[in-house]
């Protein structure tokens, strides 16, 4: 089984950016699809961007353009760099991952996933 711990979320201003970190631990040796979801109060969860097979990275179009998905497997982490943040950004965002090669983002972040505790990213106008 795998273990994820994100950190880095915390509380900015609009137009700021933030870096999230997931440090995966435990039983690592198996290829596991990654990404990332938020969930805000009272609201759906929402993929945000996820790195799966290869070639198969996706973004919400909602964060096109401003987040960026990326992975050190040496450091068996992976990130999540935002840019130019929006109020409607703020949420609790998770770390998710699930074995084998996956593409679509849905099943990458889906019920079927590993998830982290979450981050809080709070983007204020």
């Known amino acids: 089984q795998v273990q994820l711990v994100e950190s880095g979320g915390g509380s900015v201003q609009a137009g700021g950016s933030l870096r999230l970190s997931c440090v995966a631990s435990?039983?690592?040796?198996?290829?596991?699809?990654m990404g990332w979801f938020r969930q805000a109060p009272g609201k759906e969860r929402e993929g945000v961007a996820t790195i799966g097979g290869v070639g198969c990275t996706r973004y919400a179009e909602s964060v096109k353009g401003r987040f960026t998905i990326s992975q050190d497997n040496a450091k068996n982490t992976l990130y999540l760099s935002m840019f130019s943040l929006k109020p409607e950004d703020t949420a609790m965002y998770y770390c998710?991952?699930?074995?084998?090669?996956?593409?679509?983002?849905?099943?990458?972040?889906?019920?079927?996933?590993?998830r982290g505790q979450g981050t809080q990213v709070t983007v204020s106008s």
């Open positions: 998710a991952a699930r074995m084998g090669s996956w593409c679509d983002m849905s099943n990458i972040i889906g019920n079927l996933s590993l």
């Open positions: 435990g039983d690592i040796n198996r290829k596991y699809s």
